[in-house]
């Protein structure tokens, strides 16, 4: 009976633990990120996930023609500075942070209704301690009204 309970609190904890993360992630995104978006308004577009060392992950967002955007990446600070790049669909590459010194936004005009590719890298620790490090990472936009 004891290993009957121990595994319903196991599968439990399995189940539960990717939705605190996540709550937790949609917590640090409102708090910390979204006031990185000032002057512009935000989207009411939610994209984050915890991401560990290594990993990179992207995202397919429509921009309309004539709008003037900014696209912000927001992480834990464990994460160290978080790569990304932006991309046409034809993978031309429109902006790269790690030609503009990391930065985390991209402000730029869309001439045109457009679907763009944002790609970010969470690079890996050199010193490895032996723990990979994970966090929240946010894919932000507003705009100008």
């Known amino acids: 009976m004891k290993k009957v309970l121990y595994s319903i609190l196991f599968l439990s904890f399995m189940v539960g633990a990717p ?14 990120c979204l006031p990185n978006l000032e002057p512009y308004v935000y989207n009411g577009q939610l994209n984050s996930a915890v991401l560990s060392e290594g990993d990179v992950a992207e995202l397919l967002l429509t921009f309309y023609g ?4 900014r696209i912000n990446i927001c992480s834990h600070e464990s994460l160290g500075k978080i790569q990304f790049q932006v991309f046409d669909t034809d993978k031309n590459l429109l902006f790269d942070n790690t030609k503009n010194d990391l930065k985390n936004t991209w402000d730029f ?10 790609r970010v890298t969470v690079p890996e620790e050199k010193n490895r301690s032996g723990m990979v490090q994970s966090g929240c990472v946010s894919i932000l936009v507003g705009f100008k009204e």
């Open 19 to 32: 939705m605190q993360s996540q709550a937790q992630c949609k917590s640090f995104t409102k708090k910390t």
């Open 109 to 118: 005009k869309s001439n045109s209704t457009q679907q763009l590719i944002v």
């Open 66 to 69: 004539g709008q003037d955007y």
